[in-house]
RNA sequence: GAUCUCGUAGCUCAGUUGGAUAGAGCGACAGCCUUCUAAGCUGUAGGUCAUUGGUUCGAAUCCAAUCGGGAUCACCA
């Protein structure tokens, strides 16, 4: 009759369960995707529900025979987890033990990391951010690092060795086009002369450069060339190439441009970064990886694995994987998006020896990396499976696409300033934070604000694209990280009100419904983690945490702990909100936000 | 044109991989602050799950077709 810590939840617990009776009562194996196990509707008595439809079908027998056997089977040998059964049409509805509940509550209450899976040693790599040196970060990126500092989190969380990168796409054709612009029209001016951030001072260049492409293209569409014509005819263009063979030469000069504009924007994206808080194990440039892809190709084009064409360009025959022809060097010898990420695949692996390579990629990329990981598979490397895209929609605005050139873009440093703003203004007008000094006001109003940004961005499945409308600031109320926070916070005060030691017998304890409810719902915190990790999906945890603090207030707004009737349900109550609070607390940190002890 | 993807309440999204009468938040409306934080709680209204057909005990979920949005098919990254 003693609960026994293995993190192995009731749903599970249950499957196995029924599996052992079906092998010994019908001497027939059966696996968990037999059949299936869910939480009983609200309207049914119960807590688990089986649903026997295709048990029936799979033992030749009849609905009321398996559900007998079944239930005298469950009460018999699981008598410490099973209380009762019932069956409704094909579903048999199975009831929880209160002593397995409550001793699952005494035992793991003060396990501040229930359900925290062991160290395995197997290895993760999670490739996240990858800014380009041409543009300031904006929405579209902030879901990328909270997508890919979350999933690396809920990767720990599960026992993995994790290992974080980014990669700087740091050169080429558009890095050249704001290194023109502003030798163009730049004036030998630095940010600190406009007093801009450095991301943004040669993001500006860049746009910079597309307008004056833009007009330079309409042009010559006058003369009636085709757009594309237009493209290969434009000065702007053919000058933008020859800066990139330059740069691929080592041109000194150009080298030297090149050096001082990102080192402008790394310092903007540090600042940007640090305030996201967003960290990598390490760095890899584009500029540095390069060079391995191009020798990968020649290593290809010897082994016969890929093909030159007439004018010196390299391909890969993808024909039969469904795909077309895919090029890999341009007849100039200068290598592509793709030359350089076979460089860096292998790179990483020789830096970490992973066993699984995770890029957090737009979706628009589908393709590319459906590519890459072909032609490591040509190329025969080891790792070549181990790539995975964790691919994710874009953020559009209601109107549709973000796009720079048209100033249709969310800015993650005014967003950020923006949130921190609203989440001041609240605190504020709550007057609950009257104690704070300017300091602590500004630390909680950021903590609040990166919490609402985070949580907003992450609560949606990460493949769907979404749309946020710039009109309707985000919300702080409701399905939000600040729910979360303020639940937390109204937590630590319960707990720091109760400073006076109990001593109560807890087997008179009876929970409530809800409270039971709640119980259940903690008990399924390692199903969700699994879950989320198999499908690299941080919403299943955001919904989660939304779940827990959403049962806790409903319960406690009407059920005072402090005042409850006896001690010993005091007692029970102040350890089923502490058992929340670690929840939480361990939820919001997957989720890479803070949860504050007063707000 | 080809491939992929999405279509659920006025809006933004869930829907436990095929299970019981489709759920949240926002917005709207009606209540609740002398008792642990009202960034909260309780209730009401709001749905032909794009459409049509199929598969079966059972479909928002699987299959087909149609309509509608998006992405990709670049010597851009």
């Known amino acids: 009759m003693s609960y026994k810590p293995t993190h192995s939840y009731l749903k599970k617990r249950i499957s196995l369960f029924i599996i052992d009776i079906i092998a010994s009562a019908y001497n027939t194996i059966v696996t968990e995707k037999d059949f299936i196990v869910n939480t009983t509707k609200p309207e049914f008595t119960g807590d688990y529900t089986v649903v026997l439809f295709s048990l029936t079908k799979k033992l030749n027998t009849n609905i009321k025979d398996l559900a007998t056997n079944l239930g005298e089977h469950l009460?018999?040998?699981?008598?410490?987890?099973?209380?009762?059964?019932?069956?409704?049409?094909?579903?048999?509805?199975?009831?929880?033990?209160?002593?397995?509940?409550?001793?699952?509550?005494?035992?793991?209450?003060?396990?501040?990391?229930?359900?925290?899976k062991p160290f395995h040693g197997k290895k993760v790599m999670v490739e996240y951010s990858s800014p380009n040196t041409n543009k300031p970060l904006h929405l579209g990126h902030l879901r990328n690092n909270f997508l890919g500092y979350s999933i690396a989190e809920i990767y720990k969380w599960n026992g993995y060795d994790v290992f974080t990168s980014c990669i700087v796409n740091d050169r080429g054709m558009h890095i050249c086009k704001s290194m023109l612009a502003w030798q163009k029209w730049g004036n030998?001016?630095?940010?600190?002369?406009?007093?801009?951030?450095?991301?943004?001072?040669?993001?500006?260049?860049?746009?910079?450069?597309?307008?004056?492409?833009?007009?330079?293209?309409?042009?010559?569409?006058?003369?009636?060339?085709?757009?594309?014509?237009?493209?290969?005819?434009?000065?702007?263009?053919?000058?933008?190439?020859?800066?990139?063979?330059?740069?691929?030469?080592?041109?000194?000069?150009?080298?030297?441009?090149?050096?001082?504009?990102?080192?402008?924007?790394?310092?903007?994206?540090?600042?940007?970064?640090?305030k996201i808080g967003t960290t990598f194990d390490r760095t890899y440039y584009e500029s540095k990886t390069y060079l391995l892809g191009k020798k990968f190709v020649e290593d290809g084009l010897q082994e016969k694995k890929f093909f030159k064409k007439e004018d010196h360009s390299v391909w890969t025959?993808?024909?039969?994987?469904?795909?077309?022809?895919?090029l890999l060097l341009r007849k100039d010898g200068t290598s592509v998006y793709i030359t350089q990420d076979l460089g860096l695949a292998e790179n990483k692996f020789n830096d970490f020896a992973y066993n699984t390579s995770i890029y957090v990629v737009g979706d628009e990329q589908n393709y590319h990396f459906q590519v890459l990981k072909i032609i490591l598979q040509q190329l025969e490397k080891p790792y070549a499976n181990g790539v995975y895209h964790l691919s994710y929609g874009m953020v559009e605005l209601p109107s549709g696409k973000m796009k720079s050139r048209e100033g249709t873009v969310v800015d993650a440093d005014d967003l950020i300033a923006e949130m921190t703003t609203i989440a001041k203004q609240h605190s504020i007008e709550l007057g609950k934070i009257?104690?704070?000094?300017?300091?602590?006001?500004?630390?909680?109003?950021?903590?609040?604000?990166?919490?609402?940004?985070?949580?907003?961005?992450?609560?949606?499945?990460?493949?769907?694209?979404?749309?946020?409308?710039?009109?309707?600031?985000?919300?702080?109320?409701?399905?939000?990280?600040?729910?979360?926070?303020?639940?937390?916070?109204?937590?630590?005060?319960?707990?720091d009100k109760n400073n006076a030691p109990i001593t109560a017998d807890e087997n008179t304890v009876f929970l409530s419904s809800l409270e039971k409810e709640l119980l259940l719902e903690i008990d399924l915190m390692p199903h969700i983690f699994e879950q989320s990790l198999a499908e690299n999906n941080p919403s299943l945890v955001a919904v989660y945490a939304y779940t827990v603090a959403k049962k806790f207030n409903a319960f406690y707004a009407q059920h005072p702990i402090l005042q409850a009737e006896n001690e010993a349900i005091k007692k029970m109550r102040l350890r089923l909100a502490t058992f929340v609070s670690y929840v939480l607390k361990n939820c919001a940190h997957a989720l890479g936000f803070e949860l504050p002890e007063k707000m």
């Open 434 to 495: 009257d104690a704070f000094n300017e300091e602590q006001l500004e630390r909680l109003s950021f903590t609040i604000g990166m919490a609402a940004l985070k949580f907003y961005l992450l609560r949606v499945d990460p493949k769907k694209k979404m749309i946020f409308n710039p009109e309707e600031s985000i919300d702080f109320h409701g399905f939000t990280g600040p729910f979360i926070q303020y639940t937390y916070a109204r937590i630590c005060s319960i707990i």
């Open 317 to 326: 025959d993808l024909t039969k994987y469904g795909l077309d022809e895919k």
């Open 188 to 274: 030998g001016k630095t940010p600190s002369d406009t007093n801009q951030k450095g991301d943004h001072f040669v993001g500006d260049y860049y746009v910079l450069f597309a307008s004056a492409l833009k007009q330079e293209i309409a042009e010559l569409q006058q003369h009636g060339l085709t757009e594309k014509e237009a493209e290969q005819k434009s000065l702007l263009m053919q000058e933008v190439q020859k800066m990139l063979v330059l740069w691929e030469q080592g041109d000194a000069g150009i080298m030297q441009l090149w050096n001082m504009m990102n080192g402008w924007v790394y310092e903007g994206f540090d600042f940007t970064y640090k």
């Open 75 to 116: 009460l018999q040998n699981y008598s410490d987890v099973i209380a009762s059964h019932n069956l409704t049409g094909a579903f048999l509805n199975i009831s929880i033990t209160e002593s397995h509940l409550l001793n699952f509550l005494n035992v793991e209450y003060a396990n501040s990391t229930y359900s925290k």
